[in-house]
C-alpha cells in the first residue's frame, strides 16, 4: 500500500496544478492525504479548497487542523487510509465472489468473517508513507509540530506487524528552480527524524504540484534515494529530474 | 480526527433491525464512543445499551472483538453482546448497530468525590482485575481512559467501549495520546499487558493530581515527555506517593501479568497502612455528635429536676 501525505498550509503558486499531480498519484496506485496546518490564523477560503480538491482528486483524505492536533491526525489519517485502501480491494472482491458491492449489504454474520480478513490485512500488508512537507516561509513555525507528527507516525508504524516505511520530503528545494528535496529515503527507525528540518532554508515559492510530481516519481524509482545520499548530515542533496 | 457523527435519533424513537427485527425505544443518549453513539434503549421491558456505528466495517470490527470475548468467557457476566442488525432511518440510510448489557455506574473521578478517596484503592485492585481478565484471553483493552471507566456501587469498576480492544502483539487500534506509551516515549505501540497498565497508570496520577498533570501535558516539549515527570507528581502526591513503587514498575513495564500488578497494588497499600487511615469525620457527624450530647444532657438535667 502506497500513500503521500502533504502538510501544507497554503495555496501552491508554482507549476503544474497539485490537482492534476494528485490524480496522477492516484493512477498509480498511491492514495494522497492532505493536512492543512492552521496556527491562531486562518488558511483561507483558497486554499481550504484546494487542499480538499488535492485529497479528492488523490483518492484521500484532507483535514484542516491546528498544529497540536497535528500529530494525531497524521496517525489517524494514515490508519483510516490503509482500512480504506483494503476495503475497496474487497468491494471488488465482493462484486465477483457474491454479487454484491458493499459490506452493508452482507447480512452481521456474514460481514464479521470479511472485517476478520481485512482487519487482519490491515495490519499485515506492507506500507509505503511519504510525507511531503511544504516548507515556505509561513510554514516555519510549525516545522516542530511537523517533526513531532512525524516521529509519532513511525511509533505507530512500527507496531504494526507488517513491514512499514517512511520517506520525508520537503518542497521547495534548496536551490533556485528544486521542486523537492529528499530528507530520509525509506526508512522504519526513528534514527533519521530528529531534527530533520534543522538546517532547512525556506523559500518564497510553493510547488505544490511539481514537488508531488517528484514524490511519484520516487515511488516509481525505488531505489532512487541510495544514489543520492551523501551520508554526513542526513541531509540529502536537493536533486534533479 | 474527531468525526462529528450523527445519526438523528431523538427520545421516544422506535429503530426495527432489518435483519432480526428486534425493536428497540430510544430513552436518551448514553455517550459517545470512538466508532459511533451508545443509548440507552428499551428492548422487551428491559434496559440495554445501544451503539450506532458510523461506519459498518469499524462498528463490524469492534463487534467481533466482542464477540470472541463472549466465547471465551462463555456464561460469566463478562459477556454482554446481545444483538447485531441494521436499521433504516427515516432518512433512508441504513446504519449498523449492536446492543449490549446495560452497565450503570459513574465517572471515576465523580464516585470517588462522592464516596470519597477512601474508595480509591479498592477501585484501582477491581480495574486491574478486569484488565487481568482481559490479558488472559490474549486481548489488550487499549483506550483505556477516564471516559472508558465506569464504577458501580461499592467500588466495582467496569470497561465502556470496545472500540481499542486489540489482540496481543498486534498495533494498538485505538488509544488517547495522554494515555499512551508511545506519546510518553515509554515504548511501543504493540499490544501487551504492559500498554494497558502503563494507561492505568496515568489514568490514577490525572485523577489526584488533575491540574499539574493537565499543566505538564500543556508544557512539556516532546523530547522531554518521559514517565520520570510522571513519577515527579506520584511522588508529591500524599495519596499516590506510597504506590510510588508500583508506579515506576508500570511505567518501566517491569511487571510479568496484571495478576502480580494487582497483587504488588495490594501489598504497597497494605504495607503503607493506607488502608488503616481513615479519612476525618465528615462536619455534620460532628455535629450531630454534638447535638446528641447536648440533649442528653438536657433530659438528664430535666429528669433530675422533676425528681425521678
Redesign the interface.
Known amino acids: 500500500m502506497k500513500q503521500i501525505i502533504l502538510i501544507t498550509d497554503g495555496c501552491s503558486n508554482v507549476g503544474v496544478s497539485p490537482v492534476v499531480a494528485a490524480a496522477h498519484a492516484q493512477a498509480e496506485g498511491i492514495t494522497v492525504n492532505v493536512v492543512g496546518v492552521l496556527d491562531d490564523g486562518d488558511i483561507g477560503e483558497f486554499g481550504a479548497a484546494e487542499i480538499n480538491e488535492i485529497a479528492a482528486a488523490g483518492g484521500g483524505l484532507s483535514?484542516l487542523v491546528h498544529m497540536r492536533e497535528l500529530?494525531?491526525?497524521v496517525q489517524?489519517?494514515t490508519r483510516?487510509t490503509v482500512?480504506h485502501t483494503i476495503?475497496n480491494a474487497v468491494h471488488k472482491e465482493l462484486q465477483q465472489v457474491l454479487g454484491t458491492s458493499s459490506?452493508?449489504s452482507l447480512?452481521?454474520g456474514k460481514?464479521?468473517d470479511v472485517?476478520?480478513m481485512?482487519?487482519e490485512l490491515g495490519?499485515t500488508a506492507p506500507l509505503r508513507v511519504a510525507l511531503l512537507i511544504d516548507a515556505s516561509a509561513s510554514m516555519k513555525p510549525k516545522l516542530q509540530a511537523v517533526e513531532?507528527a512525524i516521529?509519532?507516525l513511525m511509533?505507530?508504524l512500527?507496531?504494526?506487524?507488517g513491514k512499514s516505511e517512511i520517506s520525508v520530503f520537503h518542497f521547495p528545494g534548496p536551490r533556485y528552480g528544486d521542486d523537492c528535496c529528499m530528507d530520509l529515503g525509506w526508512t522504519s527507525t526513528l534514527s533519521g527524524i530528529?531534527a530533520l528540518f534543522a538546517k532547512l532554508q525556506m523559500q518564497g515559492t510553493t510547488p505544490t504540484g511539481p514537488a508531488l510530481l517528484e514524490v511519484i516519481d520516487f515511488y516509481r524509482k525505488d531505489d532512487y534515494g541510495r544514489k543520492n545520499r551523501d551520508g554526513t548530515d542526513g541531509m540529502k542533496s536537493g536533486y534533479v529530474v | 480526527?474527531a468525526t462529528s457523527f450523527d445519526p438523528g435519533l431523538s427520545p421516544g424513537m422506535v429503530i426495527t433491525g432489518k435483519?432480526k427485527q428486534g425493536s428497540y425505544r430510544i430513552d436518551r443518549l448514553l455517550g459517545e464512543g470512538a466508532n459511533g453513539k451508545v443509548y440507552l434503549v428499551e428492548h422487551h421491558r428491559g434496559q440495554y445499551a445501544l451503539k450506532v456505528g458510523s461506519d459498518?466495517?469499524?462498528l463490524?470490527?469492534e463487534?467481533?472483538v466482542l464477540?470472541s470475548l463472549a466465547l471465551q468467557t462463555k456464561g460469566s457476566a463478562e459477556s454482554f453482546l446481545v444483538e447485531?442488525?441494521?436499521f433504516q432511518h427515516p432518512d433512508g440510510r441504513?446504519y449498523?448497530f449492536y446492543v449490549m448489557r446495560y452497565v450503570r455506574g459513574m465517572l471515576l473521578a465523580d464516585y470517588l468525590e462522592r464516596e470519597g478517596s477512601d474508595w480509591f484503592p479498592l477501585v484501582g485492585f477491581h480495574l486491574l482485575g478486569k484488565l487481568a481478565n482481559l490479558h488472559e484471553a490474549g486481548w489488550v483493552f487499549g483506550d483505556l481512559k477516564m471516559e472508558n471507566v465506569l464504577v458501580a456501587d461499592y467500588g466495582r469498576s467496569q470497561l465502556v467501549d470496545y472500540g481499542g480492544v486489540t489482540a496481543v502483539?498486534?498495533?494498538?487500534r485505538q488509544f488517547t495520546?495522554i494515555y499512551d506509551r508511545?506519546?510518553w516515549s515509554a515504548g511501543?505501540?504493540?499490544?501487551d499487558a504492559g500498554y494497558d497498565l502503563f494507561s492505568f497508570a496515568v489514568l490514577f496520577i490525572q485523577l489526584f493530581e488533575r491540574r499539574r498533570f493537565s499543566q505538564l501535558v500543556h508544557t512539556l516539549l516532546?523530547?522531554n515527555r518521559v514517565p520520570e515527570e510522571l513519577l515527579k507528581l506520584v511522588r508529591t502526591n500524599t495519596t499516590l506517593s506510597p504506590l510510588e513503587e508500583w508506579f515506576s514498575r508500570a511505567f518501566a513495564g517491569e511487571f510479568a501479568s496484571t495478576r502480580e500488578a494487582a497483587a504488588a497494588w495490594q501489598l504497597q497499600l497494605h504495607q503503607s497502612g493506607i488502608k488503616r487511615r481513615s479519612a476525618p469525620a465528615p462536619r455534620w457527624m460532628k455535629r450531630l455528635f454534638i447535638a446528641s450530647a447536648l440533649l442528653l444532657t438536657i433530659t438528664i438535667i430535666l429528669m433530675i429536676r422533676v425528681g425521678m
Open positions: 483535514r500529530a494525531r491526525t489517524m489519517m483510516k482500512m476495503q459490506i452493508e447480512p452481521p460481514r464479521g472485517v476478520r481485512m482487519d495490519e513531532e516521529r509519532d511509533i505507530s512500527q507496531a504494526r506487524q530528529p | 480526527m435483519w459498518a466495517v469499524d463490524q470490527s463487534v467481533n464477540q447485531v442488525d441494521d441504513t449498523p502483539g498486534k498495533s494498538v495520546e508511545g506519546y511501543s505501540r504493540k499490544a516532546p523530547q
